[in-house]
């Protein structure tokens, strides 16, 4: 029904860049709010950014003003540039969406398969 798909992630150096790309596809009527996930071994799963429909966006404070969601509503995807990465940063990041599939009238969370991202020198 709904896939999404991230794509984006792979290794780079302490204060490098990267760009996360997530797309959602299927029968989807109205997408909400979209974000990312990440976790990192022996950690957690935290919240990094999230971005509602009508382009409010949340960060954690570990990665203000370095990462920016965004989002193109018409590709239905979202994005992370993720800049002066750091080790930290080392995790496998997630997307989620919340949406409303065709013929359903529930408000639902999907999840993407998941993107590696490391840094390190």
């Known amino acids: 029904q709904v896939q999404l798909v991230e794509s984006g992630g792979g290794l780079v150096q302490p204060g490098g860049s990267l760009r996360l790309s997530c797309a959602a596809s299927g029968s989807i009527f109205r997408i909400n709010t979209m974000g990312w996930y990440r976790q990192a071994p022996g950690k957690q799963r935290e919240l990094v950014a999230h971005i509602t429909s009508g382009g409010s966006t949340n960060y954690a404070d570990s990665v203000k003003g370095r990462f920016t969601i965004s989002r193109d509503a018409a590709k239905n995807t979202v994005y992370l540039q993720m800049k002066s990465l750091q080790p930290e940063d080392t995790a496998v990041y997630y997307c989620?969406?919340?949406?409303?599939?065709?013929?359903?009238?529930?408000?639902?969370?999907?999840w993407g398969q998941g993107t590696q991202v490391t840094v390190s020198s």
């Open positions: 989620y969406a919340f949406l409303i599939y065709s013929g359903s009238y529930s408000l639902s969370k999907y």
